[in-house]
């Protein structure tokens, strides 16, 4: 029997699905913080709490059969098939539900809209282009949005994106961020980033390559974040 052992490639794509769903569960865990409160519902569009009580619908035993009598005599309503949802009902509970649901949904959501856009072999913003939309609705005053882009997935062996048949500064103003440019000279980054309020975008074409042997990194990013400033600072100042 021949085994294929996991590529490179499959494994840093396999990593950087992890991550995504990881950053993923974090944001709808602070964007939904009061479902973890004792007795509080945050969001619920899966009906009233005291219908999801009823006793004909729990499970396992609604895997066999319902018959809802709520209102009158009662009807059958069939069995309950095994899916994604009536999992999370059977895991959670009714107030589990309640609590999250909608979050659960979003996180199956988002990490299903990733895993199609990536398949599509699109460049990670484009990927996320939601965050976007996201970004010039909430307008936030402090956000400089740098996107670093050399074309090539770098990190799963050089296969090439399709950015550069995308106007990523145009989408970015179509969802309302306030400045939005492309360039590929580090030298106007400073005066971009001395703007006023923002939020603005900013994509620097960059080189495709990395080093042979490249080690681990030894900074913390905000060891990173600080270097890269002085970089740019020196670079303007040239």
């Not at 490639?9 to 990593?15: H, V």
């Not at 949904?105 to 460049?123: D, H, N």
């Not at 990523?168 to 106007?188: H, I, K, N, W």
Request: net charge positive; with cysteine; glycine share 10%.
């Amino acid at each position: 029997m021949k085994v294929v052992k996991p590529t490179t490639a499959t494994a840093a794509r396999g990593r950087g699905g992890f991550f995504f769903a990881a950053l993923l569960a974090v944001i709808l865990a602070v964007l939904f913080w009061r479902s973890f409160l004792p007795g509080y519902v945050h969001f619920s569009n899966d009906g009233p709490l005291g219908q999801q009580n009823v006793k004909w619908l729990q499970l396992p035993g609604a895997f066999t059969g319902s018959w809802d009598d709520i209102s009158d005599i009662g009807i059958n309503t069939g069995a309950s098939s095994l899916s994604l949802t009536t999992l999370i009902r059977w895991t959670f509970g009714p107030v589990g539900v309640a609590k999250f649901y909608a979050p659960i949904a979003l996180f199956v959501l988002g990490l299903g809209a990733w895993t199609f856009f990536r398949q599509l072999k699109l460049s990670p913003l484009a990927a996320i282009l939601g965050a976007l939309a996201t970004v010039g609705a909430m307008a936030p005053r402090n956000l400089w949005h740098l996107l670093l882009d050399n074309s090539v997935h770098e990190s799963t062996g050089g296969q090439a994106t399709v950015s550069a048949s995308v106007a990523f500064a145009d989408v970015a103003a179509a969802c309302g961020y306030r400045s939005c440019m492309d360039t590929d000279s580090v030298a106007e980054l400073a005066p971009w980033l001395e703007l006023s309020a923002g939020p603005h975008f900013a994509r620097l074409l960059t080189r495709t390559g990395t080093p042979k042997d490249l080690p681990r990194p030894k900074v913390t990013p905000p060891q990173v974040r600080e270097r890269f400033m002085r970089h740019i600072g020196s670079a303007g100042n040239a």
